[in-house]
C-alpha cells in the first residue's frame, strides 16, 4: 500500500479525473501540522523549496521519531544569495519578505539551495517531525527548531491542489533569529511546500 502527494499538477490531474472513486477509500492523513505526523500506509511526499530570508544557514529535513533516523530535504550551501558580494542588504524587521528579494534571500537561482525539489517516504504508522537547523556564518551560533514548536507555520493540505499562490500544503519557518536581533516572528525564514496531489499508487493499471 502506497500512496505519493506530488507536486505535479499533470500527474495529479489524471489520477485524480480517472481514479477519484478509488483514491476516496484509501484517504490517508492529508493534512502537515504543528503535531507529530503519521501516515496509515507508506506515503510519498514531494516538496519544493520555495524561498529563504535569513542571514544564517540552515537546513530543513525529516526526523523519524520512532527510529530517530533525519533526513535532510533541503540544504543551504551558503548563508544566503548575496553571501560574499558587497551588495547591501535591504531588512525590515517583524516583515515577511517572503517574494522579495529583501532581508538575505536565498533561492535555487541564486546558488543558495541547489535542488528545487525533493521527496520523502514517509514510513506507514511511524511518527515524525520537520526540523529547521540554522547556523551563523562562522558556524559559532547553531540553532534548531522543530515544526512541533510554533515557529512552523501551516497553510493548506497535501491534496489541496492550488489555492492562489499556495500549492498543497506551504509550511513557512520562523528560524529563532540572530543572537543579538531574537526571534522577529517574520516566518520567511525558510519556505518551502509540500504535495498539492494525491496520486493512489494502489490503482490497478489503466486498460
Ligand atoms: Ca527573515
Ligand atoms: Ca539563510
Ligand atoms: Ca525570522
Known amino acids: 500500500m502506497r500512496q505519493l502527494y506530488s507536486k505535479s499538477w499533470f500527474i495529479g490531474a489524471i489520477a485524480t479525473g480517472l481514479m477519484s472513486t478509488l483514491a476516496a477509500s484509501v484517504q490517508a492523513q492529508d493534512i502537515f501540522d504543528n503535531r507529530t505526523l503519521q501516515f496509515p500506509e507508506d506515503t510519498i511526499v514531494e516538496f519544493e523549496f520555495l524561498q529563504s530570508h535569513g542571514s544564517y544557514q540552515a537546513a530543513l529535513g525529516v526526523r523519524n ?5 533525519e533526513t535532510i530535504l533541503f540544504q543551504e550551501v551558503k548563508p544566503y544569495d548575496a553571501f560574499g558580494t558587497n551588495q547591501t542588504i535591504q531588512t525590515s524587521r517583524g516583515q515577511n519578505d517572503f517574494g522579495t528579494q529583501s532581508d538575505f534571500v536565498g533561492t535555487v537561482a541564486g546558488g543558495t539551495v541547489s535542488n528545487q525539489f525533493s521527496e520523502f517516504l514517509f514510513e506507514a504508522n511511524n511518527r515524525y517531525v520537520f526540523f ?5 556564518p562562522t558556524g559559532q551560533t547553531r540553532r534548531r527548531i522543530l515544526s512541533t514548536q510554533n515557529l512552523a507555520q501551516f497553510n493548506g493540505s497535501l491534496n489541496g491542489g492550488s489555492r492562489g499562490n499556495v500549492k498543497g500544503t506551504r509550511v513557512s519557518w520562523e528560524d529563532g533569529g540572530q543572537v543579538e536581533v531574537g526571534n522577529d516572528d517574520d516566518f520567511d525564514d525558510f519556505v518551502i511546500e509540500a504535495g498539492g496531489y494525491l496520486i493512489d499508487m494502489n490503482c490497478p493499471p489503466i486498460q
Open 132 to 136: 529547521l537547523e540554522s547556523a551563523s
Open 65 to 69: 521519531e520512532t527510529t530517530g533516523e
